[in-house]
């Protein structure tokens, strides 16, 4: 069948390229490439007539994806998801595979992984990967195992559960959505699960056996930190040459860079004034490494104590600090990137001290006090420090990822009855009693009314860039399939094939997606090849719902670099992994799930 080329036709491919290359650049937050996509199609139908099965495309058209059926349940699922972090519904599970890790740690990681890819089926990834990180840390110091040996497949086992339902990922939804909208049936949650858990089996095996000696031991950020910040006193000696300078002096001696909180003179509290007069026995209270705090003492003849311990430190009388330690993860999306630590005001506000900001081409030793001002990206580490007040105030805000290592906080009242609403909608929507997104809603509105999350809980989960990446990628897919676009490539691929079989055909779109998704957002490429693989299906005259699935199992195989999926981000982090780490263990898991997936679909589907 010959396909016109129209000048629209090659706008729409063009501005697809464009789309995916601006979603690979970490510099432009998602948001302002969306909507610079989103505006530059609604001009492009205002100022000219397209016309679409014989009926005028307009560009109020493409606003429709604020109110997509699709994006309505992402959202709705997220706000879930969120209910049970916030309620901590999870953590028995974490408790309960800590204990088995230190008595049969080969055992346990097995069990993890399958229950990590399990739960991955039905919620999102992320939070999934977050609750088990802190426990996977602890627990694999413990046994004596690099962290980075375990952290990745279990990343990646996720990615393989998120596969198998309609709500695994937003991809799924999304990709299961268009294609009810164009004519497929709809499928139901566990339609396209058997090719995925038949395949998946092999891959988790891969995981469990193989890819840990594939993966070198590395140095997680948290146990490469700077030292911890000790609350002390400096007292001025008698003999000290400032002991009676104005305090200006004394801070000049240090460089600026001794910081001083409280003046004391006995129990008389000085103002801190450049002008003040240091006296012999005055004490300055001070926050800082303790190598700092030693070199302070002797750059200005003064002796360090503990707060309320007039004892000198010593090898018998340490400094000791209450505080925790804890890395904050910035994701894609999150308040915190492209802007700076001092702007956001996220050290005062929950009471935190900076000690490190991990990033592979960043100096690790540059001083504390520059890295507040230095852009953060996507995937920085924050390495805190703080009172465990301040960290949960800061877990809750949603602002970021935060892991401290901790495993055994005390489970609240809620979690059991957050835990039953999410069993509820997930049943409910695999028996058919309710749809997807009817189902979602439901729980939403259940987990307000039982105060399991509060309105601000569902503000914070809301993640502005998913959204308009959804609704820009939608109107771009409306633009691909109204200007012929879609049909235009579908036909350009097949004639590139060229008497090749089906089957060939639809393992060659199972790579070209996967490629796609390393390094452009799955949400995006799923969006626009969804359209074109029901071209390409229509063009060998062959069943669409196989090719369709081409795109989602595709878009969904994230294994190759860090920025594919946000999990991938989160474990390069804690377990310190090199980029190069993904390839050794993702080439060839990418290539058991291509190969799989491959000669399983064209069974099933008699191709």
Known sequence: MDVSVSPHAILAIVLACAAIFLYTREKIPLESSSLAILAFVLLWFELFEIEANGERVRAGDF???????????????????????????????????A????????????????????????????????????????VSLQVNVAPSRVLMPIGFATIIGGMATTIGTSTNLLVVSIAHDMGLPEMSMFHFAPPVLFVGAFAILYLWLAAPKLLPDRTPPMRNVAPRLFDSRLRINDSSEFAGAPLAET???????????????????????????????????VNDTLENLVEFARLIGAT????????????????????????????RGSPLEQTTLAASRLLSRYGLSLLALHRPELDTK??????????????DVIVLQGAAAGLER????????????????????????????????????????????????????????????????????????????????????????????????????VAVLGDMPVWVALSGLIL????????????????????????????????????????????????????????NLLVMNAGGYRFSDFLRAGVPLQLIMWIGLSAIMPIIYDL
Request: with cysteine.
């Open 251 to 285: 801070l000049a001696r240090t460089g600026g860079r001794m910081r001083v909180s409280r003046l004391m003179r006995g129990n008389l509290e000085l103002a801190r004034l450049p002008s003040q007069v240091v006296q012999p026995g005055d004490y300055l209270h």
């Open 512 to 567: 070209v997606m996967a490629l796609l998704t390393e390094v452009a957002t799955n949400n995006a490429v799923a969006v626009l090849g969804t359209p074109i693989a029901i071209g390409i299906a229509q063009a060998l005259d062959a069943p669409a719902e196989p090719f369709v699935l081409a795109v989602l199992y595709g878009a969904n195989m994230s294994y190759m670099t860090p920025v594919g999926y946000q999990t």
């Open 99 to 138: 204990r088995l890790w230190r008595v049969r740690p080969q055992f346990a990681f097995l069990l993890t992984m399958l229950i990590a890819a399990t739960l991955s089926m039905f919620l999102n990834n992320t939070p999934v990967v977050a609750a088990l990180m802190p426990l996977l840390l602890v």
């Open 304 to 331: 360090v104590l503990p707060v309320g311990d007039d004892r000198p430190v010593d090898t018998e009388n340490p400094l000791a600090s209450r505080e925790h330690l804890a890395e904050l993860v910035v994701m």
């Open 394 to 493: 800061l877990k809750r805000s949603g602002m970021a990822l935060v892991l401290d290592g901790n495993i055994s906080l005390p489970r609240p009242a809620k979690a059991t009855l957050a835990f039953a609403i999410m069993l509820g909608v997930v049943l409910t929507a695999a028996t058919g009693l309710l749809r997807i997104s009817q189902a979602a809603f439901v729980g939403v509105g259940l987990m307000l009314l039982t105060r399991c999350f509060g309105w601000q809980d569902v503000r914070d989960s809301l993640d502005r860039g998913i959204i308009l990446v959804i609704v820009a990628s939608l109107a771009l897919g409306l633009a691909m399939t109204a200007t012929g676009a879609a049909d235009l490539v579908a036909h350009a691929y």
């Open 366 to 379: 540059a001083e504390p006090e520059n890295l507040k001002n230095m852009p953060l990206r996507a995937g």
């Open 63 to 97: 606003l429709a994806g604020f109110g997509n059926e699709a994006l309505l349940t992402v959202i709705s699922l997220i706000v879930l998801t969120r209910g049970l972090e916030v309620t901590q519904a999870l953590q028995p599970v974490g408790i309960v595979l």
